[in-house]
């Protein structure tokens, strides 16, 4: 298989975080991808800015637990969380979120979703969206093997 083209990564992401937001009601989205250790916050669509263009350690960021452990998780209070650092998320609107793996395996992102409601739980249908969405990313942006 080819390497994905900047032109094409581009428009995968620019679906995927279109129709993330719409189709799980999110009042936020953003597409994260692995680059080394870190996690780079490639895209968002969100009724205010997050971390566009933002790197974070993979050891440090929510994005590096569901990439690292290549499982979804759903938080309905971010400030409640261990696993959420508060300095990163006290100047935004994020009160509560979701995030799952692109790519089954070897994780090479995430989407994550996110609510200005503290205490807000994501469904399984819109975790079940959300995996859809990453299994889609998945088949155009992993190399050879998936």
């Known amino acids: ?45 969100a009724i205010s800015p997050l971390w566009k263009g933002r790197r974070f350690p993979m050891r ?5 637990w569901v990439m690292t452990l290549a499982s979804p998780v759903v938080i309905p209070d971010v400030f409640l969380d261990a696993r959420i650092p508060r300095d990163a998320y006290a100047p935004t609107f994020v ?19 996110y609510w200005d409601t503290p205490g807000y739980e994501a469904t399984q249908g819109q975790i079940e969206t959300l995996l859809a969405l990453a299994d889609s990313a ?9």
């Open 138 to 146: 998945a088949l155009t942006l992993e190399p050879g093997d998936t």
């Open 95 to 113: 009160r509560s979120m979701a995030m799952v793996p692109i790519g089954k395996e070897r994780p090479i992102g995430t989407i994550g979703a």
């Open 60 to 64: 440090l960021c929510i994005s590096g």
């Open 1 to 45: 298989m080819e390497p994905v083209t900047r032109e094409r990564l581009e428009q995968v992401m620019e679906v995927v975080r279109s129709a993330a937001r719409q189709l799980v009601g999110a009042d936020g989205v953003t597409l994260v991808l692995r680059d080394g250790d870190d996690c780079l916050y490639m895209e968002e669509d």
